[in-house]
């Protein structure tokens, strides 16, 4: 196993500890406990606290339970998104990672629910273990990323299919870039980084966020094994516009390549202490779920 294999399983599986524990404890009705739970253990792949937490490595921060609840405060928010993404209202998906999507298991009503109590959840764990400015500073651009500037702002340009590939690209960097690029930046934040080296992990971040989403998208249409346990052709069911349906598959894995490249220069004056963040992002370009 390399490095990169090892310290993503280990981040990981401190995160899912740390946010069933989180849930668990908490007095939310067991409704609202059960679908939070079921869609948390699922099988995410948790790239955004694992990113979150690599970010800290590179920085050579030591790594406290603060960070692991940050980073899993992130995850409760792209779980949310997730169930939110899949309501027929918006991608109406039946099937996230292999498994029935919260609305079909729960019922809409359950569902909704369990995505507004996780993204509440996440700024009440974030709260109890801010100390310091840095602390809020994180946490800020973390609400701002996850609001209407960021995912939820790139979720609505989304459903207005908009017409160009640039529109598409900007659509991209709001809807999946956000909520990746503050895994990175608000790492960089809360270890009180320079802005020369802030800059530098929002250049890395932004590369690898738009990239996630093309490859995201060629999944979409050639995950003929059902690696991804998502519904094979969703975005055609849909009609949307990606940059597939506009240039193709070719000009995708173009795209997609400029996009991680762009992320590795970013990355370029650093040293091994970055090597995980460099190999995370090649990983990701390749990704077969
Ligand atoms: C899926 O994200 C949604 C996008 C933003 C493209 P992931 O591929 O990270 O989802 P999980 O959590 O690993 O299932
Ligand atoms: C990203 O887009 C979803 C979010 C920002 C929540 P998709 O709609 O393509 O994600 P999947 O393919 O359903 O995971
Ligand atoms: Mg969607
Ligand atoms: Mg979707
Ligand atoms: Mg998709």
């Known amino acids: 196993m390399t490095n990169l294999n090892t310290v ?3 981040y990981g599986e401190q995160v899912t500890l740390f946010i069933n524990q989180r849930i668990n404890k908490s007095n939310a009705p067991d409704i609202i406990k059960e679908a939070c739970l079921y869609s948390v253990n699922a099988g995410g792949k948790r790239i955004r606290p694992v990113l979150f937490l690599m970010t800290l490595d590179a920085l ?9 609840a940050y980073a899993s405060a992130i995850e409760m928010i792209h779980t949310y998104s997730l169930i939110h993404d ?3 209202a918006m991608d ?4 996230r990672r292999g498994q029935l999507t919260s609305h079909i298991k729960f019922g809409e009503a359950y569902a909704i629910l369990a995505g507004d109590a996780l993204l509440n959840l996440a700024y009440e764990t974030m709260l109890d273990y801010a100390v310091n400015a840095k602390d809020i500073a994180a946490a800020r651009n973390i609400a701002e990323a996850a609001g209407y500037q960021g995912m939820v702002g790139g979720q609505v340009l989304d459903m207005k299919k908009p017409d160009t590939v640039n529109d598409i690209l900007a ?3 709001l809807k999946t870039g956000a909520l990746i690029k503050t895994s990175v930046v608000s790492a960089g934040i809360i270890a009180g980084c320079n802005k020369r080296t802030l800059k530098r992990l929002a250049d890395y971040a932004e590369g690898i966020g738009v990239a996630f989403q093309l490859r995201d998208d060629y999944l979409d249409k050639t995950d ?4 991804t346990g998502k519904p094979k052709d969703s975005d055609r069911k849909n009609e949307k516009a990606t940059y597939i349906s506009k240039r ?3 000009a995708n894995q173009n795209k997609l390549q400029k996009y991680t490249k762009k992320a590795l220069t ?5 040293g091994d202490s970055y090597n995980n963040l460099r190999s995370l992002a090649e990983f990701l370009g390749d990704r077969m779920k």
Do not use: F
């Open 266 to 270: 970013a990355l370029q004056p650093y």
């Open 8 to 10: 993503m399983k280990k």
């Open 92 to 95: 109406n998906d039946e099937y």
């Open 171 to 173: 659509m991209y960097s």
């Open 224 to 227: 003929i094994n059902e690696k």
């Open 86 to 88: 899949d309501l027929p």
């Open 60 to 68: 050579n921060a030591e790594i406290t339970e603060k960070h692991i």
């Open 248 to 250: 193709g598959i070719a």
